[in-house]
């Protein structure tokens, strides 16, 4: 039912308030009313079914768009701390056969340096030992603990030639002690020969016993190198009188060789052990026959066996003279 205006008025006079329905809205409108509340509704449920966003990310701040970083000149790098050039180390000095050979050469043009090398060759055992032990030829002198004269038989029928002393022979002033020098000992107890004899009650005494079983162990240098450094050309030439003069005492029937400085020192050879060893030289007409250190034998065991094929070969050399 519808009211005019005047009965409109009459009955608010009246306190009377009249109910009218909203203005309908077009269907147009009304259809899109509609599909917009279906589709709140179905956001609605799908963000009921969908797993909770974590925290941080519904958090997360809009990230703002990228504003161009300036480019930057690289900032200087320092350069790296210089490291202090390492101290040059001295190259070791090589010591070969021409430059040995010069030495002597060198020694036996200096006058007072033959003088000696002459008076050398008339010593006898004791004032050879005495010279050895005052002897200031070389720079060796000044390291020294003591010299290492040599041990043995003074006429031994076997000589054995090393390098130089090593720690614990520059201690003990003895040629091959220690480790090394037990090897040598037992190597040449296998082939009956031996640096000592014992006579009496266990009393060592050097010149007792068979001459033809004993050896007499000698270095090519009386002087422990500082460090153990390869030997120098002039320090050999000036101890060699020595060792020539200890050789023209005790005459031997063989020597064996033990050592590359050694070899160079007595044949005068720069050729490798292992190419030299395995056949008879000679010095000053006494055979010879080169083996490989102790010292080397016991950090090369393999070689161990090519060094019992040396005494061997020794043994068979001597018993043949
Ligand atoms: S190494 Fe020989 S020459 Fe040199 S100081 Fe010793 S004993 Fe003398």
Known sequence: MSWSDRQRRMLAAMGVRLWSPAAAAPPAVAAAAVAEAAAETAVAERAAEAPAMPL?????????????TPVRAPAPVAPPARTPAPAPVPARPVTSIAAAAQSVQDT?????????AAHIATLAWGPLHDAVAACTACGLC???????????HARADWMIVGEAPGEQEDQQGEPFVGPAGQLLDQMLRA??????????????????GDPSRRVFIANTLKCRPPRNRNPEPDELARCEPFLKRQLALVQPKLILVMGRFAVKQLL???????????????????????TYHPAYLLRNMPDKAKAWEDLCLAKATADAL
């Open 191 to 208: 082939v009956g020969q031996s640096r000592r004899a014992e006579s009496g009650e266990g009393r060592e005494d050097d010149q007792a």
């Open 268 to 290: 005068q050879s720069d050729e490798a052990i292992g190419k030299l060893r395995g056949r008879v030289h000679r010095y000053e007409g006494i055979p010879v026959v080169v």
């Open 108 to 116: 036996l043009a200096d006058p007072l340096l033959a003088e000696r």
């Open 56 to 68: 941080a990310a519904q958090e997360r701040p809009a990230v703002p768009a990228p504003v161009a």
């Open 142 to 152: 000044a390291t020294r603990r003591q010299t290492v004269f040599g041990v043995g």
